[in-house]
């Protein structure tokens, strides 16, 4: 039977904390608010608890999840290389609605779907957010919703969509605005080969963040936006936090 905690309330928000903490180390899945939607999360290293995470969901592995983190600094422990203009973006728009796609570190021991070698990470703003992560470490994370459904704003949103398939939900009002991040390709930066010779940085979602947001920071190092719309299909993450 699962338990849904209050955090607006201490005794509620301590308790919850624990149980959450502890769901995690089992490998249960929990409900957690950022502050853009509700997500599912798991342990991002325990690829069972990773699996159950996109079956709760009915989500494919060629889907993968986001990776939340707590620190800016983990950014470095879980990605290949972190190129000058993704510092500019993390300084700019962490913590906050932005995800960063880069090529996943490769000593990592994990599995988190058909990731072809990348790993898309954020660092998400609010209090339980942030406590929880700089406990459990990275978790991986999407919105808390059924596959096809829309995200939830809410707790109660994502217990009537999960049910009894998450341990924990860890509740904290309606989400601030209910968009989702945006997402945003940098593997370019890193990768420079015959189709990414430009070394740009793609825009696969649009979200939290603006496109003239983060068009002040990268200037002519941002993709287009007439390549973005040719570029645009299956490939965006539908339904990530």
Not at 7 to 27: F, K, P, T, V, Y
Not at 153 to 158: T, V
Request: hydrophobic letters at 45%; glycine letters at 10%.
């Amino acid at each position: 039977m699962s338990t849904i905690f209050d955090c607006r309330d201490e005794s509620q928000l301590l308790a919850g904390m624990r149980n959450a903490r502890q769901a995690i180390g089992r490998g249960d899945l929990i409900v957690m608010p950022t502050d853009t939607v509700y997500g599912v999360a798991a342990d991002a290293f325990s690829p069972a608890a990773v699996q159950r995470l996109l079956d709760a969901k009915g989500r494919g592995r060629d889907q993968p999840p986001p990776v939340l983190i707590g620190t800016k600094e983990t950014l470095a422990a879980l990605a290949e290389s972190v190129p000058e203009p993704v510092e500019r973006l993390v300084e700019a728009f962490w913590p906050g609605g932005l995800t960063i796609v880069l090529p996943a570190q490769p000593s990592l021991v994990w599995d988190l779907g058909e990731t072809l070698g990348t790993v898309a990470v954020r660092m998400p703003e609010g209090r339980v957010a942030l406590e929880l992560l700089a406990e459990t470490g990275p978790l991986a994370v999407s919105s808390a919703n059924l596959t096809g459904q829309a995200a939830a704003i809410s707790a109660l949103d994502a217990e009537k969509m999960l049910g009894d398939s998450v341990a924990v939900y860890l509740a904290d009002g309606m989400s601030k605005d209910g968009i989702a991040s945006t997402i945003v390709d940098a593997t370019s930066l890193v990768r420079r080969g015959a189709d990414s010779e430009a070394g740009t940085v793609r825009i696969l979602r649009e979200g939290a963040v603006s496109r003239e947001q983060l068009q002040a920071v990268l200037g002519d190092l941002l993709e287009p936006e007439e390549q973005h719309a040719e570029h645009a299909h299956t490939e965006e993450q539908d339904g990530d936090s």
